[in-house]
């Protein structure tokens, strides 16, 4: 079925470090694709999306690429802050017009220390 | 837009207890919700989902339920708590689109659940 894998966390960095989060889909059809992040005792809030292949996502200084070829939607920061540190979450939508799912990650947890 | 609320908070309830928690939907119509739950230190798994009123799909088989009494409203239930029933929920939908091709999903708050 489908399915999302994350890279294992915790990652811990340093602030102003460069990140990299990688996810990884199975190639069922043409999924669009999602990052979520979910800071503590919150719900989550969606980052950012890619529908089609090629197609960059961005936002908060967040990017992420939708590589057909490698089924692949690695985030990514340049710089990271404290305040990024939370659960990021990988995602890829299943389904018709008519109802519609996500299938998520495992879950990435970033601490970003001082 | 839509504003998802979800209640209780957080709740404490001990095993074999029934549980009722609720999730109402305002800013749109006939969405289709979906409850997710987060076990800790593991990702999100879908539990139900729903595209009307009445209509309820199930996803794993397990000790909960989910009822939709009215358009906007997604209550997920069980009559006896198990210790494995521990866990963050989160109620969800799609925007005003409806789950349209990149439609995201939007999520509540959560309900975080500790069976005692």
């Known amino acids: 079925g489908d399915s999302v894998t994350q890279m294992e966390g915790p990652v811990t960095l340093s602030e102003e470090a460069f990140l990299t989060i990688n996810c990884t889909y199975t190639?069922?059809?043409?999924?669009?694709l999602f990052w979520y992040v979910q800071y503590p005792g919150e719900g989550l809030q969606l980052l950012l999306k890619a529908t089609k292949a090629d197609d960059k996502g961005s936002n908060k200084g967040f990017e992420a690429t939708y590589r057909k070829e490698t089924t692949s939607f690695h985030l990514e920061k340049g710089s990271v802050q404290v305040s990024d540190s939370a659960v990021y979450f990988c995602a890829r939508k299943t389904g018709g017009t008519s109802y519609g799912k996500l299938t998520f990650g495992q879950g990435t947890i970033l601490t970003v220390h001082p | 837009s839509q504003t998802i609320h979800q209640w209780p908070a957080t709740l404490v309830q001990p095993v074999g207890s029934p549980l009722s928690l609720e999730c109402t939907v305002e800013?749109?119509?006939?969405?289709?919700l979906y409850w997710y739950r987060q076990a800790a230190g593991r990702g999100l798994q879908l539990l139900f989902y729903s595209v009307g009123i009445g209509q309820i799909s199930s996803e794993v088989p397990q000790n909960l339920s989910a009822s939709r009494p009215q358009d906007r409203q997604f209550i997920l239930s069980s009559k006896k708590l198990l210790l494995s029933d521990s866990g963050f929920y989160l109620c969800a939908c799609f925007g005003d689109r409806g789950p349209t091709y990149n439609s995201p999903l939007h999520f509540g708050n959560g309900t975080r659940l500790t069976v005692t």
């Open positions: 190639a069922t059809g043409y999924p669009s």
């Open positions: 800013g749109t119509s006939n969405p289709n």
